[in-house]
């Protein structure tokens, strides 16, 4: 009984494992909800061994309107295997919506993020690759409610 508990906390210690993330990390995330995409210039900084900083600022529209918006989001990193990582973590967005070029509105939301990434640096290439969804609930402004998109991104690292 006593090999079966040691077996099982080994086995659970993997699978909580947590990634060592980059000090920094910048670049783009690509992506939207279908029907407003756009991309987005992202940066990530490291807050200790474990968890980090994101920040970014997005730009995207369709024909009948355009957004700025401001992202931040605190993330937990869980590493699957090797370079192979997990994230998630809640966050909010500052956003400035302008519809049909007459109508503008600011909107306020908060949320989270989850996805998976692969970091090439344990293959000593300095690229973050990423794909995740961010939903997010606005409360302020023009269409509040759920809203959600998946996203590519890649950073490079230093």
């Not at 659970?12 to 909800?33: I, S």
């Not at 909107?107 to 989850?114: A, D, I, Y």
């Not at 690759?129 to 998946?150: A, E, H, K, Q």
Request: hydrophobic share 40%.
């Amino acid at each position: 009984m006593k090999k079966v508990i040691i077996i099982l906390a080994l086995m659970l210690g993997g699978l909580c494992a947590q990634a060592q993330v980059n000090p920094h990390a910048l670049g783009l995330r690509l992506g939207g909800d279908g029907n407003v995409n756009g991309a987005e210039i992202s940066y990530q900084q490291a807050l200790g061994g474990k968890n980090r900083l994101e920040l970014d600022l997005g730009f995207g529209g369709n024909k009948n309107q355009s957004r700025v918006y401001l992202a931040g989001i605190y993330q937990w990193n869980w590493n699957i295997k090797g370079g192979l990582n997990w994230y998630a973590g809640p966050g909010a967005t500052l956003g400035f919506y302008s519809y049909d070029n007459f109508e503008n509105h600011v909107n306020v939301g908060v949320g989270g993020q989850v996805g998976l990434e692969y970091d090439f640096n344990s293959m000593k290439a300095p690229i973050l690759l990423s794909l995740d969804t961010r939903p997010m609930w606005n409360f302020i402004g023009y269409g509040s409610g759920l809203g959600w998109g998946v996203a590519l991104g890649i950073r490079y690292t230093w």
